[in-house]
């Protein structure tokens, strides 16, 4: 049990578009889901916290209007990448929690995004 | 900001030799997690820690919560090839539930 994907796992695209990342927990109604950013050889950096049917809560540095994130259902969350530039190419991770499980966080397989 | 350091940053050993890497912080934390992550995979827990002291196994993984809170140790024992990969401790800041991660253990086994 616990599962969470992600889809796309890879995703390829020009600089200017937007791309959208979905996260879910399969088995499990999620409390919450956070998003991290890992850049290559770095560790993760969490960028949200992202709750059903409220805003986001975003970390310091992380422009949440470049990085919208919606959290429509108990097991879906989008993290959706606004104009992206080739800086923004990185490996984005999701998580979710169960409080039955002491809020121990579950994480997805990651979104490898590379921007031309 | 609140950071978490490992040691040391990569390892090149042996199969079969022990590993040990820690991880320290400059404030106390709760709950000591160890991750271990694969090249373009997420993070996937080994072992948890949740009281000063403790010692707890997984295989040949042992990881402890160290007295002062403040650092953590992971020992792999009798290393094979599949244990490559980087390995991370992470816990929850202080009254949330946010995640700090630390700066990464990366282990590579020469068969």
């Known amino acids: 049990g616990a599962v969470v994907s992600q889809h796309p796992s890879r995703v390829i695209c020009k600089s200017g578009t937007s791309v959208k990342i979905e996260c879910r927990s399969l088995d499990f109604q999620a409390t919450t889901m956070f998003w991290y950013r890992q850049f290559p050889k770095q560790s993760l950096m969490l960028m949200a916290t992202?709750?059903?049917?409220?805003?986001?809560?975003?970390e310091q540095g992380v422009e949440k209007d470049k990085f919208l994130i919606n959290h429509a259902s108990l097991t879906l969350s989008t993290l959706t990448v606004t104009s992206a530039h080739p800086e923004d190419s990185s490996f984005y991770i999701c998580s979710a929690t169960l409080y039955s499980a002491g809020n121990e966080q579950f994480f997805g397989p990651g979104t490898r995004l590379t921007v031309l | 900001g609140q950071q978490l350091n490992q040691s040391p940053q990569s390892m090149f050993i042996q199969e079969g030799e022990d590993v040990s890497m820690n991880c320290t912080s400059s404030s106390i934390f709760n709950t000591w997690l160890w991750y271990k992550q694969d090249p373009g995979e997420g993070p996937v827990l080994l072992i948890a820690l949740y009281k000063a002291g403790e010692l707890t196994s997984n295989g040949r993984l042992t990881a402890q919560f160290g007295i002062t809170r403040k650092d953590s140790f992971l020992n792999i024992s009798a290393s094979i090839p599949s244990d490559v990969g980087i390995y991370f401790c992470?816990?929850?800041?202080?009254?949330?539930?946010?995640?700090?991660f630390g700066t990464g253990t990366r282990l590579k086994v020469l068969a």
């Open positions: 992470a816990g929850p800041l202080l009254g949330t539930y946010k995640y700090i």
């Open positions: 992202s709750n059903e049917g409220s805003k986001a809560t975003y």
